[in-house]
């Protein structure tokens, strides 16, 4: 689960992490308190949607040569027109897609005396297996740009689990940004400050850009972007709080009410399939025959009719989805289970695109028959090559 940059400075101030006063503010009612309960002489208005590259994306609504939705203001006057273009506004930026989202909260903060810039972020190493800091002095900057060109400026710390960050970690990382003084001292706790709330609040991602050195050598947590694990949400019912549901696909919140593993994509083949390898390898072959997968949809080895159902009604309800693709290799999974479930969504929801079906495994010969006999229009496949291929010829006839 992700969450508004507003939001993540909230936890992380929880902790004792140094960042500026800000409010967030959902009306153009709030702008004027929430300027005013700043001193100034710079504001900041930031567009809260959960996406990155906000500072220089652009407002679907404002000429193209409109400011992004990161806005620094001088003046007070200055921070309240910005609110009232960017709020409600369509925001399009490299992570949204050409469609953007609409920011619907703004968060107005304190501005920075900023000296340097800096990268830091905190995730799971699959190599590793460790939790480690990623370090950088090219804050500000797209890390993946930042790796692709002066990789040697990026610097990698694992952390042991045992032992938390030590006295040794903290140094290497204060190196790696060259931090002296009282920015040295404040780094050293900093480190450990968000670890702390990394591993306690069980985060899959922290990412800090910039973190920055001010003038007077304090550092501070300019920006923010935390995500959690869903799997361990029933821990936080505080986190839990936090969600914002308009910022998610409408069927991706369909799906986690019947735990089914679901990701909206844009492309025109909707796949229902059992196992995220298997489902990987399905939307590999669409690709491969030429389409585009509409979805990522796993149902699981544990899967009733009842959530099938829910499944096909779900991919359905995509108005880009042109055929569907289900593709089911039963071990634990009853092929006719799944069978059964796309029966009863086709008599529920109808059926108005092709349907390709391949069934291999556990009771696969009743799950067969049921397709057989419902009377569904049906295109049958042997094999996943098979089944790619005549959906893709399907619906690109």
Known sequence: MNIHEHQAKEVLKGFGAPVANGVAITSLDQAEAAVASMPGPVWVVKSQIHAGGRGKGKFKELPGDAKGGVRVSFSAEDALANAKEMLGNTLVTKQTGPAGKQVNRLYIEDGAEIDRELYL??????????????????????????????PEKIHTIGITASKGVTDADAEKLADAYGLTGTAREQGNKLFRTLYEAFTSKDMSLLEINPLIVTKSNDIQVLDAKVSFDGNALFRHPDIMEYRDETEEDAKEIEASK??????????????????????????????LYGAE??????????????????????????????????????????????????????????????L??????????????????SGLNVIAADDLDDAAQKIVKAVKG
């Open 258 to 287: 019947y735990d089914l593993a679901y990701i909206a994509l844009d492309g025109e083949i909707g796949c229902m399939v059992n196992g995220a390898g298997l489902a990987m390898a399905t939307m590999d072959i669409i690709k």
């Open 121 to 150: 972020s905190i995730l799971v190493d699959r190599e590793t297996g460790k939790v480690s800091f990623v370090a950088s002095t090219e804050g500000g900057m797209d890390i993946e740009a930042v790796a692709e060109e002066t």
């Open 356 to 373: 390709v079906v391949r069934l291999e495994g556990t009771k696969v010969e009743e799950g067969k028959k049921i397709i057989n006999e």
């Open 293 to 354: 997968p509409a979805n990522f949809l796993d149902v699981g080895g544990g899967a009733t009719t009842e959530k099938v159902t829910a499944a096909f009604k779900i991919i359905t309800s995509d108005p880009n989805v042109k055929g569907i693709l289900v593709n089911i290799f039963g071990g634990i999974m009853r092929c006719d289970v799944i069978a059964e479930g796309v029966v009863q969504a086709v008599k529920d929801v109808g059926l108005k695109v092709p």
